[in-house]
Structure formats: C-alpha cells, structure tokens
C-alpha cells in the first residue's frame, strides 16, 4: 500500500509542478531564459518582503517589553495556521474534486485514502511555500533576539513541518463532507457556489468574534494589569482560543526548557496525525460520494434546442471576445471563487469586523479621519487598483485559455481586440468590487457623491493600468498545459509576479501622491493621478500590442 | 490556393527535422489528401499553415497571401479543424458557434442559416443549447466542424477529420467537403483513413520523415507504383524504410 501511496505522491508532484516539463524545457534555449529570469523577478518582490521581516523583528521588542513575549511567536503561527486553513478550502476543494487526473486515478484500483493521501502530501509541500515566508521570521527573530538554544531550534523544526497539517486536514474533512451534501443534481454549481460563499462568512466571522470576545474579556478583567505582570503567557492562553493548535505550538516552543514543551510538543504533533488518520479514514466513506457526482455534468431540463433569439446580432470581436471571458469567469466555480469572490470578500469582511468588535471603533475611526474625505477618496482609489491584480483576471487571462488558445491563434482577431476584450472583462469583475466597496462605505457614513464619483472613475483607470500590467506577465510567460482550473488561477507564479510588480508600481504612485499633498491642492492631485495612470494604462497598451503578436506567433 | 514554398521545421536545436524543406501546390476547387504514418510531419506542416507554429524557413500563401507576413488576411480565408476538439467546456455550444462568427463578423441572418443548416446535417440541433462539457468527444468534434464552417471559407483545413466522429457524420463530412470543391472553395485534411483518401481526393501528398515523397492524383500515384496497386499498397512500399 505505501509503495501505491508513494508512486501516486511522486506522479502528482511531478503533474503539480510540471518537473519533467521544466526538464524538457531546460533543453530548449528560448525556454532556458524565462527560467532563468524567473528568480530576477522574484528578487524585485524582496523589497516589500523586507519591509515585512524589519517589522517583524521590531514587534518583538515591544511585546518584550511587557512581559508577553510568546505572544509574539503566537502571532506568526496564528496568522499562517489561518491563512492556511482559509486558503486551504480552495486548494482543497480544487485539488480532491476539480482537477481533470481524478478521471483516470478513478478507474484505477486505488482506495479513496490512496489519493487522497498522495494528494494531501502534494499540498503540502505547496503550503510550505505559503506558510514559511510568514512564519520563519518571526520564528528566526524569537530564536536569534533571545538566544534560545539548540531545543528550540529542533522544536521549531518540528513545529515547521507540521504547521499545515491540522489546517489542511480540517479544510480536507469541511470540504469533503460539504461536496458529500451539496452533491445535489441540476443546479449543483450554484448550489456549492452560494454555500461555499455562505461558509466562509460564517467561518471568518466566527473567527473574528472569538477573537473580539476573547480580546474583551481579558481587557475587561478587573485584575488584567496584575495578571499581567505574573502570568507571561496570558496573551497567549486568551488569544490563542480562536485557534488552539497555534497556541499549542507556541507553548512547545516557549517552554523547550521544561516537560510542557515537550508535552505540548507531543500534543501539537500527536492530533496532526491523529487529524490526518481521522481524515482518510473519513475519506473512504465521503470521498467518492461527493466526486462521482462532480465529473458527470448534467444538461439543462428539456431540450437543448435554440430559438431564434440566442443567434445573436453581430457584436465587435473585443465585445464578443469580452462576454465570453465574462461567462467563463461566472461559469467557472474556482475562476469565479477567486475572482468575484477576491474583489468582494474584503469590504464585507471590513463591515464584519466592525460588527462583531464589543467596542465599535467608528467613533474613533472618524475621528482619525476627521470628516477627510480626500483620504478615504484616496485610500479607496489605491485600493480599487490593488484588486485590478488581486482579482487575477489580467495576470491569468491567457493562462485560463490553456489547450484553448489555438482558437485565438487561428482566427483573425486584432491584437488590440485581444487588449480591449480581456481588459473589458476585468473591468466587469472590478465594478462589482467597486460597487461593494462604495456601498461598505455608505453604510459606514465615510463617503460622499464626490468620493463615488472619484473612486470610481480613477479606480477604474488604475485597473485598465494593473489589468495590462498583469496580461504582460501572463503572455511573457503563459501557463498553458493544466488539467485543474485552479492551476492557471492561484498555482500561477504569473498572479504572484503580477502582485510584486504591481505593488511596486502602486507603492511609487502612492509616494508621488503623498510627496505632491505637501506641495499643492488635492484637486490637482486627481488630475495627476488621472493622467499618470491614463499614461501609464498607454504605454502598457503599446507594449502589449508588440508582445501578443510576438507571442502568438512564437508559442508553440 | 495553397502555396508551400521551401518550408522546414527543425526541433531540438535542429537535431529532428521535422519538415524538411517541402513544396506544394494546391489549386481551387480540389480535394487534396495529406498523407503519412505516424510523426511524419503531417500536423507540424498543418500547423505552420495555420499559424500555431512558426516555420524555421520557406512561406505558406494563402490565394497569394503570406500566412506570416499579413496573418489577419490569410486567416479570414481560412478554417482549421484540429485532430482533437479542444474547446471551451463551460460555453454552450450555440454561444461557441456565435462568438465564431462574430469574430468573423456574420451578420445575423446569414449565421442563422448556415448555423441551423449544419446543426442539421450532423445532428446536433437538440444539444446546441447545452454547454460543451455536457458532450461526447464526437459531437464536440462535430461543433468544431460547424464553427469552422461559419464564415464559408476559401480554404477548408483539417487535421484528422474523421476520428471520432459516427459513420454516418463522416459521410455528411465528405459530402459537404465534395460540394465545397464543386463550389471552387478548396479543402485540405490529412488522415490516416486511406479509404478515404483513394476515394475522396483529387490529389494526395504522402509525407515521410518531413520530406514529401509522393504527390499526385490517384492514378498517376499508380502509374508510378505499377498496375492497379490500392492506395493501401502504394502507402506501405512508399514509407517502408527497408
């Protein structure tokens, strides 16, 4: 059985991560330059990076200074454990039950805990690339500021390795048992797209008010200061609560010294195995339940026949080019997860987390503002742009093509029709964000008809902008050969790439913003920022008409 | 028509010559077989005429355009078929056929016309309205054939037409590809069906190792070989390398 384990775990991987691709590819010149190029970009993402870490190793000090010191690694265990298991839903809902190998793993004689194990393990290793960049710095600082011996750093090995198991195992089981009752005949998308939206509000709300609640109830305490002062670990044992398996971690490697640390050692990584067993256990009574339904697709109720209205009347390639990539999009469960449901969780989650706050912070929050709008104004100008990335509809455009993109290559579309189409339909998905935001605003009282009318009209120039900055990644370096939509849409370095170059694009406009606010009027700076990110939305525009028509030829 | 000067395709650093210099000539109004075993170079050249693959050397014209230099002009004239029908799963296959031929820019009328005409012949009037990833691999193929049939082209190009599909839908294929070569239009398909091609083409090519090592309409292919050989014959001396 391991040996059927381990040769589906070694397959997987090399599917995953394209190796014998990158083999083949090494041979080939033209090929050999992008890979190469590839660590050159990843350099240009270390600057924020940096700004990250220098944090980091500052905060260790202050919570030093009060005595809470293991707060602090409780902090970068926390915050990847969660992003773990928020992201892990996704990964693992994409990764069990949408990607096309299940279709020949299926008829194979393997049981459901066979794959889902080798799968498990393959996402490990991708979770390690998400999980150490948050949690080695602080982990390192803790280590190196304090001195701690060669314990510590054999426990934190041990805590490293674990980090993602107990977030992917409970993303495994909620997913899992999730496509077991949603597996509902006809409208079964829909179905698992509202609920899939459903559970992730209430699981991060549920997150928040833990955490609120938790926070107040400490705060509240009449003898806070003195249990403050005698109890290093009170931040910890409060805070912690929202998530147990950090807190736990964190006491292992507070406590190295003494037998807690080995016991909470034991405990951390006893139920991550534990979790693991229990979840291919459970597999091989859900798995297949939920799956089978999955592969086969149902046609509409009735006939398939058309009437004489859907022959639609003639609309321009970039219109037609432009719907299309918008119902692929709303059609698409994983391309409509990340893109739509990119650009409209933030807001809500921002109204959430003022909800479920005991002491709503708006008072102070318009005091900090001061009734000044132009910041708000700002503020949701850069960050309307920001999602021109974050909703990933530019950075993966030519990538979700994959096997399709012959069709673009044979037809006669002009280049600048493949601009204007693609652009259109990030464009779609940044007005509904637009719409979100400007009316989590409204409900919070920060936003007037000025601001509507700005926010949204420079949004959308800084979107044009951040939507061809990403479609110039994306067909320098298209992902083309997937079998799992998910790959061309969140396992893309393109989205990655487009993310640290965008920023940094942001970040230069953002410090011309604020270097000009000291020289003139707000109302100039509009008109700045307008003709900067028109000018910059050109000559991103020119570069991508030569790069397509290089590309479309070249590709092979 | 078709025009293929000196083309040639080398792959790992010119290690394999993929296409080796070939030339050909295809006149309007014919059926034109393009024939070989396996890794001969049959999908590579088609390749290169539609523009998925750039040519190391040599031209393809389309009724005198040049593929490379004025891509957009040849492509209006043309339409391509690939051997496997990969298309957009999540479209239904009536919002495929009309993103054709809008890109193609047919107006209304006429697409609905040709769109229904076709639905006809291959059956498919019944599931057009239901997205793609509901279908066999033979009636996506089937869509394809369709969508390439839109906009009427002048040059029809098929990789491998008749695998996949029903007995029945590759008679109607042969039909319609015979009645565009009665209108003057001209199609252009490789296959491995020799049947097909003996009894189909006006003319057949049969490539070896990227070369072309055999061109003519099916009686001068037996004049050559001597009397009466079947295509079947003729094809296993010609690639039979000892």
């Known amino acids: 059985m391991m040996n059927r384990i381990l040769s589906l775990i070694k397959i997987d991987i090399n599917n995953t991560y394209g190796l014998s691709a990158i083999k083949y590819r090494l041979k080939s010149k033209k090929d050999r330059w992008q890979i190469i190029l590839f660590p050159i970009i990843i350099l240009s993402l270390l600057p924020s990076y940096y700004l990250l870490v220098s944090g980091i190793y500052k905060m260790y000090d202050t919570f030093l200074v009060i005595g809470q010191k293991s707060m602090f690694l409780l902090y970068g265990i926390l915050i990847s454990q969660l992003i773990l298991t928020f992201t892990g839903f996704l990964y693992v809902l994409s990764k069990y039950y949408f990607s096309n190998d299940m279709n020949i793993l299926i008829p194979l004689p393997l049981r459901p805990r066979d794959i889902i194990s080798a799968k498990f393990f393959t996402m490990m290793i991708h979770e390690y690339l998400t999980s150490l960049p948050i949690v080695l710095p602080f982990i390192i600082t803790y280590g190196v500021k304090g001195n701690e011996g060669l314990i510590y750093w054999i426990y934190s090995l041990i805590i490293l390795l674990f980090i993602p198991v107990i977030p992917l195992v409970l993303a495994s089981i909620i997913v899992m048992a999730f496509m077991k009752f949603t597996n509902i005949k006809g409208k079964k998308d829909l179905v698992r797209i509202v609920g899939y939206a459903i559970m992730m509000i209430l699981l991060i709300g549920f997150q928040l008010k833990i955490q609120s609640m938790a926070g107040s109830s400490m705060m509240n305490d009449e003898d806070f200061l003195y249990r403050l002062v005698t109890d290093s670990n009170l931040f910890v044992r409060k805070l912690g609560v929202s998530f147990p398996p950090s807190m736990w971690a964190t006491l292992a490697l507070y406590n190295y010294m003494s037998l807690t640390g080995f016991l909470y050692t034991i405990l951390f990584v006893g139920l991550s195995l534990i979790g693991f067993a229990f979840m291919a256990f459970l597999s091989e009574r859900v798995f297949f339940d939920g799956l089978i339904g999955s592969i086969e697709v149902h046609t509409s109720q009735g006939s398939g026949r058309v009437k004489a209205s859907d022959f639609s009347k003639n609309y321009s390639a970039y219109i037609a080019l432009g719907l299309k990539e918008v119902k692929l999009l709303l059609r698409t469960p994983i391309y409509l997860l990340n893109s739509v449901g990119g650009v409209v969780i933030f807001p809500i989650l921002m109204i959430m987390s003022i909800f479920l706050e005991e002491a709503v912070p708006m008072g102070e929050l318009n005091m900090l503002i001061g009734q000044n709008y132009h910041i708000i104004n700002l503020v949701g100008i850069g960050y309307v742009t920001m999602l021109g990335i974050l909703n990933c509809v530019g950075c993966t455009t030519f990538s979700r093509e994959g096997k399709n993109l012959w069709i673009h290559r044979t037809m006669p579309i002009e280049v600048k029709d493949q601009i204007f189409g693609r652009v259109l339909s990030s464009l779609f998905v940044q007005l509904i964000g637009i719409i979100v935001l400007l009316g989590c605003l409204a409900y919070m009282g920060l936003i007037n008809l000025q601001g509507i009318f700005l926010i949204t009209i420079l949004g959308l120039l800084g979107s044009i902008a951040m939507t061809e900055l990403g479609m110039i990644i994306d067909i320098y370096r298209p992902l083309l050969e997937w079998d799992n939509p998910q790959k061309p849409m969140k396992q893309n370095l393109n989205v990655l790439i487009a993310m640290g170059v965008g920023s940094l694009y942001l970040l230069a406009i953002g410090f011309l913003t604020y270097k000009l606010m000291e020289i003139i009027d707000i109302i100039f700076i509009y008109g700045i920022l307008a003709v900067v990110l028109i000018v910059s939305s050109y000559i991103f525009y020119s570069i991508l008409l030569r790069l397509i028509k290089r590309q479309f030829e070249v590709l092979e | ?242």
């Open chain 2, 1 to 242: 028509m078709l025009k293929i000067r000196d083309l040639s395709k080398t792959y790992s650093k010119g290690q394999v010559k993929a296409v080796d210099n070939i030339n050909l000539e295809v006149r309007s109004g014919e059926i034109f077989g393009f024939l070989g075993p396996n890794g001969a170079g049959k999908t590579t050249t088609i390749k290169m005429m539609v523009g998925l693959l750039k040519p190391d050397s040599g031209h393809v014209y389309i009724d005198g355009i040049d593929v490379w230099e004025n891509p957009l002009e040849a492509k209006k004239k043309i339409s391509f078929v690939p051997d496997t029908p990969e298309i957009y799963d999540k479209l239904k296959g009536i919002e495929y056929l009309n993103f054709f031929a809008d890109i193609y820019g047919i107006p209304k009328d006429v697409r609905q016309e040709r769109i229904e005409r076709y639905l006809d012949i291959f059956e498919l009037k019944d599931a057009v309205g239901n997205i793609i990833g509901s279908y066999s691999h033979g009636m996506k193929q089937k869509l394809v054939l369709i969508s390439a049939l839109i906009h009427d082209p002048q040059l029809f190009i098929l990789d491998e037409p008749m695998v996949g599909l029903d007995p029945k839908s590759s008679f109607k294929l042969k039909e319609i590809m015979r009645e565009r070569c009665n209108e003057g239009k001209t199609v252009f398909f490789s296959t491995h069906v020799l049947d097909v091609a003996e009894k189909l083409c006006d003319r057949i090519a049969i490539i070896n190792k990227g070369k072309i090592i055999a061109l003519g309409t099916m009686s001068e292919l037996r004049n050559r070989a001597g009397d009466n050989e079947s295509l079947e014959r003729i094809f296993l001396e010609l690639t039979d390398d000892e």
